[in-house]
C-alpha cells in the first residue's frame, strides 16, 4: 500500500519526536567520554558536554544554556569548536545553566545536601523530585499515577525529575517501560537526573560513605549511568544528584567538571520536612520509603483545592531555574 504524502510526513514526525524524546535505545555506544564544544547551526548556539559513537555515526549529547533542556542529535549538523570546562563557565557566565552551576558551588562545603535545594521562589508549588535507588522491590507506580490523577485537568503532562542509578534500571525493565509508557502517553513530562551507576552505601561514617568512599570511580558512578540511560532510552538531563545526599567539596566540584549540576532538596519528606513555596521536595519510589510515599498522598490529599485552583502546581526543575537566573 503506497502512503500519501501527508501521512508519511506524519509517521516522519512522530518517530522524530520519538527520537528527542527515547534517544533511540542506543544498543552499542562506543567511545563515551566528557567533551565540551559549542555547537551551532542556524541560530541555534548548543553546549555539547559529551561525545560518542554508534553505529557508525558520531552523537553528542546538547544542552541549551539558556532553558537546560538536552538532547541527543548528530555531530555533523552542527559546526563544533572544543572548549574546556573553563572556557565554557566563561563564555556562558550569564546563562541559566551556568548560573545554575554556580549556585550549586556555593553550597559545596555542605556533608549533606549540597548543590541546588529550592528553586523557583514566589511561587505556589513544589518541584517533584523521585529517587530510584537500587531496591529488589518493585516501582511504587501510585505516586506517578496519583500525580497525574490529581493534575490532569490543569497540568498536562505533569512535570516531575526522577533520580535514576544504574542498579535500578539494571534490575527494573518492566517498571521503567512503564515509566516512559507516561511520557509516551503525555501524561508525565519526566527530567531524568544521574544517581550514579552503582549508590554503593556501607557502614562507615557518612565521610566515607556513598561516593566519599574509598575506591569511588566517579567515571564509572557518572559515566556509565549516562550510558546506560541512553541505552535505556532516556536523555540524561545536565542534573545530578548525589546519593544519601551526601558530599564534600572536592567531589562537588568534579560532578560539576562533567557539566552536571548537583541537585539537593529542602524537603526531603520521610524525614519530616515540610515543603514550602518553591521546595525541590524528594521522595524515594524505589520501594523502601513507605513513610515517605504515604506523605506526599497525604500532601496531595490536603492540597486538592488549591491545585484545582491553580495555587498550587508542580513545576518542571529546568524552567523553575531558568526563571530564577533568568
Known amino acids: 500500500m503506497k502512503l500519501s504524502k501527508s501521512l508519511r510526513l506524519i509517521i516522519f514526525s512522530i518517530c522524530f519526536f520519538s527520537i528527542k524524546v527515547f534517544a533511540q535505545n542506543f544498543d552499542e555506544i562506543k567511545r563515551y567520554k566528557v567533551n565540551f564544544a559549542t555547537a551551532a547551526r542556524a541560530n541555534e548556539k548548543l553546549i555539547a558536554i559529551r561525545s560518542f559513537s554508534a553505529n557508525n555515526q558520531k552523537y553528542l549529547l546538547l544542552v541549551n544554556p539558556e532553558t537546560l533542556d538536552t538532547e541527543i542529535d548528530l555531530a555533523n549538523k552542527y559546526t563544533v569548536s572544543s572548549l574546556q570546562y573553563s572556557n565554557v563557565l566563561a563564555i556562558f557566565k550569564n546563562t541559566a545553566y551556568i548560573k545554575s552551576i554556580e549556585a550549586a558551588a556555593a553550597k559545596d562545603l555542605q556533608l549533606q545536601n549540597a548543590g541546588i535545594d529550592h528553586a523557583i521562589p514566589n511561587e505556589k508549588g513544589i518541584t517533584l523530585t523521585i529517587d530510584l535507588c537500587p531496591s529488589?522491590?518493585?516501582?511504587?507506580?501510585?505516586?506517578?499515577?496519583?500525580?497525574?490523577?490529581?493534575?490532569?485537568?490543569?497540568?498536562?503532562?505533569?512535570?516531575?525529575?526522577?533520580?535514576?542509578?544504574?542498579?535500578?534500571?539494571m534490575k527494573h525493565q518492566d517498571d521503567l517501560n512503564w515509566l516512559k509508557s507516561l511520557v509516551e502517553?503525555?501524561?508525565?513530562?519526566?527530567?531524568?537526573?544521574?544517581?550514579?551507576?552503582?549508590?554503593?552505601?556501607?557502614?562507615?561514617?557518612?565521610?566515607?560513605?556513598?561516593?566519599?568512599?574509598?575506591?569511588?570511580?566517579?567515571?564509572?558512578?557518572?559515566?556509565?549511568?549516562?550510558?546506560?540511560?541512553?541505552?535505556?532510552?532516556?536523555?540524561?538531563?545536565?542534573?545530578?544528584?548525589?546519593?544519601?545526599?551526601?558530599?564534600?567539596?572536592?567531589?562537588?566540584?568534579?560532578?560539576?567538571?562533567?557539566?552536571?549540576?548537583?541537585?539537593?532538596?529542602?524537603?526531603?519528606?520521610?524525614?519530616?520536612?515540610?515543603?514550602?513555596?518553591?521546595?525541590?521536595?524528594?521522595?524515594?519510589?524505589?520501594?523502601?520509603?513507605?513513610?515517605?510515599?504515604k506523605a506526599f498522598i497525604q500532601l496531595l490529599?490536603?492540597?486538592?483545592?488549591?491545585?484545582?485552583s491553580k495555587q498550587w502546581l508542580l513545576f518542571d526543575l529546568r524552567a523553575g531555574l531558568e526563571k530564577e537566573f533568568e
Open 301 to 308: 490529599k490536603t492540597r486538592q483545592a488549591d491545585v484545582k
Open 136 to 169: 529488589h522491590k518493585a516501582l511504587d507506580r501510585i505516586i506517578f499515577q496519583s500525580v497525574f490523577d490529581e493534575f490532569k485537568k490543569i497540568e498536562q503532562p505533569a512535570p516531575l525529575a526522577i533520580s535514576i542509578s544504574g542498579k535500578w534500571m
Open 185 to 293: 502517553k503525555k501524561e508525565l513530562n519526566i527530567t531524568w537526573v544521574n544517581h550514579t551507576y552503582n549508590h554503593e552505601v556501607n557502614k562507615l561514617p557518612l565521610t566515607e560513605n556513598f561516593l566519599l568512599a574509598p575506591g569511588t570511580n566517579l567515571d564509572v558512578e557518572v559515566l556509565e549511568n549516562e550510558k546506560l540511560m541512553l541505552k535505556n532510552g532516556l536523555i540524561p538531563s545536565v542534573f545530578f544528584r548525589f546519593p544519601g545526599l551526601v558530599s564534600d567539596k572536592t567531589i562537588v566540584e568534579k560532578i560539576e567538571a562533567y557539566g552536571l549540576i548537583p541537585v539537593g532538596s529542602d524537603a526531603w519528606l520521610a524525614k519530616g520536612q515540610q515543603p514550602n513555596a518553591g521546595s525541590i521536595v524528594l521522595i524515594h519510589g524505589n520501594g523502601n520509603e513507605e513513610i515517605g510515599v
